[in-house]
């Protein structure tokens, strides 16, 4: 963080309206080609953040049919003559966190994908709108429900509109599953099962640091758990209790949980029984149960392959990567207004978050706390 502002001090960043790369003809004829060749216009996204999550929703959006990647916001004047050498960027279409506003007077822009720390979504993400461009934010959408319905108030006052990245409600076997309980396959839902987790390595890293973070495992891993018991189950939770486990406080510092197990409480009668962790490998497994049968995905959310089978037998869908038709779908809930299997608003975002609220109140207080 010090060195990172120390960099951008050194870097000048006034100066950096970042015409950094002269333009690259070939590159530009080849997005007129791609430009032309579509029947719908496309819908035109820069991306803030290029980091490790940033380029690979770059490198999807080359198998893009309606999304197509035109701009960059980067506070790393390396990375974005790389991407406008990778991407085709034009230099027009190029900014740093200090001079991004000046997004609302190109024309050529419609959205942006903010892929930045969690604990900068919310001013990054209300920058954007402030701008009037589309906002597609990373989840967690932001580090609590407070920020988060900030966010949302600001998008709907500019007229923008607010997706989060929820990849998982665009992939195939998921889908499947979801089409399955929507037509009573599985009959009355009564359990659900969400393990989430991995090894987090470096110490240092941005999603260990609070500020930075908002959070721990809960904030990073432990949100696709929540996020699937809701599209799994089909309802919303109305209480919530949880505990948690730290071993190792020394990296896991105060605000970072290192994992939560945690307990959701759905009206219809269904139970999620669901671990986040940044200390066990592996963990990326879903189980539904209902009265006439089971699905089962392991690995659930990582980045595919998914497998999974029910009751039924297998779930044969084919694998595409995940970001590549969450951003084409995206382009058509923005350009088109088409209406997701499952939402990806701001307000599918905000209820995660008040969810992790919650979440933390009852590892805090040890008591089961009401989401009614
Ligand atoms: P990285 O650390 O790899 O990248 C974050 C990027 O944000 C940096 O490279 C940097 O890009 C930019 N940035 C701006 N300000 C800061 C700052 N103060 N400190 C550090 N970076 C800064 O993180 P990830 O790409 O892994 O994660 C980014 C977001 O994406 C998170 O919210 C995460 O939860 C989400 N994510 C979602 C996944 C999914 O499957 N949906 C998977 C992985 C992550 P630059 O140098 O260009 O400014």
């Not at 929507?182 to 260990?208: A, E, H, Y």
């Not at 020394?250 to 009206?267: A, M, N, S, V, Y």
């Not at 779930?315 to 995206?330: A, F, I, S, W, Y």
């Not at 088109?336 to 608003?345: S, T």
């Amino acid at each position: 963080m010090k060195s990172r502002r120390f960099f951008l001090q050194k870097a000048g960043l006034s100066a950096l309206a970042l015409n950094l790369t002269p333009f690259n003809p070939i590159s530009a004829m080849t997005q007129d080609i791609f430009n032309t060749k579509q029947d719908e216009k496309p819908l035109r996204v820069a991306i803030m953040g290029l980091g490790s999550y940033g380029t690979r929703v770059a490198n999807a959006m080359k198998d893009c049919k309606r999304a197509k990647l035109v701009g960059v916001i980067s506070g790393t004047p390396s990375k974005i003559e790389a991407w406008q050498k990778e991407y085709g960027i034009p230099a027009k279409n190029c900014y740093n966190y200090e001079t991004y506003h000046q997004i609302k007077d190109n024309p050529d822009i419609d959205a942006v994908y903010v892929i930045t720390p969690n604990g900068l979504h919310m001013e990054h993400a209300m920058g954007v709108a402030k701008a009037g461009k589309h906002v597609i934010c990373e989840k967690p959408m932001a580090i609590n429900a407070a920020e988060g319905k900030k966010m949302v108030d600001a998008c709907k006052a500019a007229g923008v509109q607010l997706l989060v990245g929820y990849r998982m409600h665009f992939e195939a076997k998921t889908q499947e599953v979801i089409k399955m309980r929507m037509n009573g396959d599985f009959g009355k839902v009564l359990f659900f099962q969400g393990l989430s987790g991995f090894v987090i390595g470096d110490p240092t890293q941005w999603r260990l640091n609070y500020p930075r973070s908002g959070g721990g495992a809960m904030m990073d891993i432990g949100i696709y758990s929540i996020n699937g018991s809701r599209y799994m189950i089909g309802e919303e939770p109305i209480w919530v209790t949880a505990q948690e486990t730290k071993n190792n406080p020394e990296k896991f510092k105060e605000g970072i949980d290192e994992t939560i197990q945690f307990q959701l409480g759905f009206p219809g009668g269904a139970v999620a029984s669901c671990l986040s962790t940044y200390s066990m490998n592996g963990l990326d497994k879903f189980f539904l149960n209902g009265l006439k049968g089971f699905a089962e995905m392991q690995p659930s959310t990582g980045y595919g392959p998914i497998e999974g089978k029910t009751h039924k037998g297998p779930l044969t869908n084919p694998h595409v990567t995940h970001q590549t038709t969450q951003m084409d779908e995206m382009a058509a809930i923005i350009l088109d207004g088409k209406k997701p299997l499952v939402p990806v608003d701001g307000e599918e975002g905000l209820k995660d978050l008040v969810i992790i609220d919650a979440i933390y109140k009852a590892v805090k207080t040890g008591e089961k706390v009401s989401l009614v």
